[in-house]
């Protein structure tokens, strides 16, 4: 395969620019999407018992062009260990080979779930063909926030450590409080107001800890929803400036009814 | 019947302007809000055991009194088939016709209960007497945010079906997680904290990632109030401004305070 | 009794300017309070059949002092019918009744729990010794977005009422959903992410509509937040304006930092 | 021991700012999270079984480093009552004698659950070295918006003890609803929309009051989340306020853009 083929298999594989890589990139996706359909009926064992058969021919066959589309990959590019150990270079090939290896290790065609893991991709795809502008905002405020909510989930975790233990030492094991561990499973369950109901306290002390928590956690949801508002709206304000720039003084950030500039006065 | 009554027809039963309109509109919702009681009654076994034949005898009467009004419809718009193919035209026939059908089909007097979609009607009748002059500011946050909303629904689905079938894998079929589909509705009652614990993980790991989940949740959570809360400051902002518009520059948006025009400084 | 000791009695009761009055209040609420410990305790099964006979006792004393207090309530006033009729007579009347009727009707002593009805109180005492100024601030901000809140729950109760026709259309009695009003019953339930799991959907299908139902009601919790939030940050920026008045134009509302009147530019 | 060893001490174990003194704080931070995983594991019966001997040197370890770093402490410290007294003195000494005492009083080996308070030392250290730059913001909201927090949670606990009182009587004994207290602990669990499921109402009307708290419960959901954002958007505001000072009028608070003093005018 000379270099010429090389660099067209590139730009349809790897870029978007061209009729072909949208077409290609939009037909993975319908593949990719097909396929996780595929493993999810497969799943749910009364339909698998009918159309097992069929199943299995669409497996192999969707396999196979997965196969051809990580050989593709592979070949086209200009360092294909660089790509084989990227992120999405192992969710490819994870999501190809368990068919494979099924023959080997029975039980292991169950990995074939993994390919979930491709729907990632959907978002590379989707960037590429422009449709999520509204995303990079959300994209930036969560980044911009990070930070005020890792030190947050930390603090929930400490919370959650302490008021499960305690709870581990007031319940004991009669109502389900069976090891600290699985208590603090409980603390993070009530804090988020999940509440599953699998373990509930029981005792009256149990039950006056558990409503103190909840209220806790209602005071805490709090927490996130103000910091992701204010970046909303830090990211919103800033949309509201335009590039418009002072042809005296350089300077940008102007509001779109701005008709001098705050920097020094200069008429824009 | 003559051009002239089918005129009057048409402005009471479609429009809210004249008094009658008003009259027919409110005793509509009226019927509507019965009728939709009396079913509710009607699938409460115990009541329908004693008042079965007295809920048949209204049942009628109801049905009757919407046949009149879907045939007085049809016969009061000049195009009755865009009115019998549009939205509400089909929701007026789904809601009269199955008394009639379960002469024919046992089991179709169940349909009736899409009498509920009816409802919606309510909001066509109180927007006629301006009564939701509130609602319309909702609307248009909700409406300005559409896309992000779209943008967050999409990225929580994709994240429910990949950590949905990562708790297939762990969990398996003896706490409940019979297939991936199942395994993915546990995921959205985990991510949006509802829980109801009709399935919940047994194992430890399974309970480690279900904690994972719950707190990605938590954070999640605060996306849709985030964007929804910036859309109403938004909202809000515009409603302070006055629709005056200065004399020497055109331009409006004034605040109600407001003596001279930010953009000329000319006197208001 | 003469009139003097009447007006000192009303004083002391209505009024907490004086001394007195407010040490009445206290004691009042103190008595509340007590009353409704005492209520509570007595519920517990296990702790009433220890402690029966203090309770009765206790029980027996407390209403003695809720009569005087009645008593004097309508002697101290002009107009006692007015308070008799009034919101808090009623309840007044409601707390202190129960135990002389338990003499003639058997069972009519469990009527002695509306007593908690009288903890509504504690917001009155509490005004009057001016311990919450806080409160006023949140209370004019959930006042003020009154309309909009109500607008929501109406909106959310429709789409309940037709969710919940449509689950129980889909799921049927066997999976709990036996009537029609216990359909919305669950619809609301699992709208405000509550999530009991006393009713949970076990078709197919009916999960995949509660999918739908929870990610929607993720949605929607967003609203009144944001409601609130807005009028909060109008009612924080309320505060942010001091009360000073121009000397040239009399207009307020200046911010704290401001030198020259926004209105005429009058130096402050 | 003289008096320079005493104060090098010290400087190790209280203070952070040297070399020795940072160490000593990570290593500690290390040792406790050490010593509670061990306490996490050792509930858990079915690891307890296999590795018991092992838990127990390990206990043992971790008490004596911790019994010689609590009398470092008192030896190093001018004031050691003070210490002894204070709330991580407390703390410090719960968590190193429960191995001690369950040699006399078999049993007591639970209460070694306490040494999760420790965990709260993490905040101190962190503070120390300086990671948590973003937490001090977070608290300062927390703190400003603490009395309307505090306001608010007194209003749920009295619509809580309303609410449960109101459903005990209309559920009663047969639903799980068996005393006040326990209605009480079923309405803040419904109110915070947590809903474990372990009591719910099953009577038709105890549903409808029921709906209508879980309603309440999402407009109430909203306060504290806007009590909060509102507190943040106030900070982060500050945040944006550089601390230049007017060489003219000597006012601060200007933003990052701004040139001129917004109050004299003058030139910055």
Redesign the interface.
Known sequence: MNERWKKKLYEIIYEADTKAGKWFDIGLLFLICFS?VL??LE???SINVTYGDLFLILEWSVTILFTIEYILRIISIKRPLKYIFSFYGLIDFISTIPLYVSYFFAGSH??I??R??R??R??RVLKLVRF?G??S??KE??KASR???V???Y????IS??L???M??IEGEESGF?????S??WT???L???????I?PAT?LG??V??LI??L???I??????????????Q?NKVHLNTQICSNCQ?D?HTD?A?FC???GEKL
């Open positions: 996780i493993v999810m799943s749910v064992a169950v990995l779930a993994f979930a893991l729907l990632l959907v978002f999520l509204e995303a905002q959300l405020a969560l930070t005020k909510i030190v947050f989930i603090t929930v975790l400490i450590v302490i499960g233990t305690i581990y030492l069976t090891s600290i561990p699985r603090i499973y993070i369950v009530t988020t107001t999940v509440g599953y109901g699998d509930a009256n039950q006056f558990a409503s909840m209220i956690g209602y005071g949801i709090a927490v996130p929803t103000g910091i992701v508002t204010i970046e909303f709206a830090r919103s300077c950030n009814e008709k705050y920097n020094c």
